[in-house]
């Protein structure tokens, strides 16, 4: 076969980077790579951070965000975007005034608002705009327990939470259950104001630098290749656990996810 004529989805992802190379953009490629896709990157935040934690960053301008995003989708078929952190409240309102122009592309928001160790990366001007322009425009939204708190304040339940983000226009949440203090890890899908179907994962024996963005990468990966939401979502979960099953630890902090697993020798 002729490589130009091979069907590889595109998915335009939106997010930091990462210097350590477990989290961010670089998740955002090895996810989708695994998936079958073509990852188009749109640089939103240079950071400062290891496996440890982050201890700085800089919001790339709007400006470059918008150009780094037009120069993408006026060159490529995009399948699915894919939006991470977002470094400031005017990358949230230019990436919205993309998402305007291709109402027709589904949207994957992983909402980051602070890094695995809790260091603010957005603040409540950025969480008011996440709630008033990007979650009425996403397909599908995946925010652990303290995000889901963040976003839907009002709530006193996780259950709550997510109904309410469904209120503000999201068509489907998936709330995770790693930071939970449950002895298994239940992730909870709802679409249609209604809790769609629970899922139960072992609960691994490490922390994980990387982990969200895996599986909201995955999740528009699978997307982009022609599943619907509930199977994608599924399937997505299937393969972050195992990146984390086989994970590996090359600094001093947390582990990371092996989004290439499926590619060595282990019998397993």
């Not at 991470?84 to 994957?108: K, Q």
């Not at 298994?184 to 679409?191: A, D, E, H, M, T």
């Not at 997505?236 to 499926?262: E, I, K, S």
Request: aromatic share 6%.
């Amino acid at each position: 076969m002729n490589p130009g004529t091979l069907n590889i989805p595109v998915v335009l992802a939106f997010a930091g980077h990462d210097p350590s190379g477990g989290a961010g953009l670089q998740a955002d490629i090895e996810a989708l790579a695994s998936q079958g896709c073509h990852a188009a990157t749109v640089v939103t935040a240079l950071t400062v951070q290891d496996t440890q934690d982050v201890s700085g960053f800089t919001a790339v301008e709007a400006t470059q965000v918008i150009a780094q995003a037009r120069a993408v989708l006026e060159d490529m078929p995009v399948a699915v975007f894919k939006i991470g952190m977002l470094g400031s409240v005017e990358n949230a309102e230019a990436i919205h005034s993309i998402l305007m122009d291709y109402p027709e592309i589904p949207v994957v928001l992983d909402p980051v608002l602070a890094s695995g160790h809790g260091t603010d990366l957005g603040g409540q001007e950025l969480i008011e705009v996440l709630q008033a322009l990007l979650l009425p425009v996403t397909t599908i939204l995946t925010p652990n327990g303290p995000e889901a708190r963040a976003l839907a304040p009002e709530a006193d339940t996780l259950d709550a939470c997510a109904l309410a983000l469904l209120d503000h226009g999201v068509d489907y949440v998936l709330v995770t259950g790693g930071h939970e203090h449950t002895p298994q890890v239940i992730n909870r899908l709802y679409s249609g104001q209604r809790l769609l179907e629970t899922f139960t994962w072992e609960r691994l024996p490490h922390s994980y630098h990387g982990s969200g963005c895996t599986l909201a990468a995955s999740i528009a990966g699978l997307l982009a290749q022609g599943l619907e939401p509930f199977t994608a979502v599924h399937e997505a979960q299937d393969y972050t656990w195992n990146t984390l099953r086989h994970g590996y630890r090359p600094g001093l902090g947390q582990h990371l996810p092996h989004r290439f697993f499926w590619s060595g020798n282990d019998e397993d």
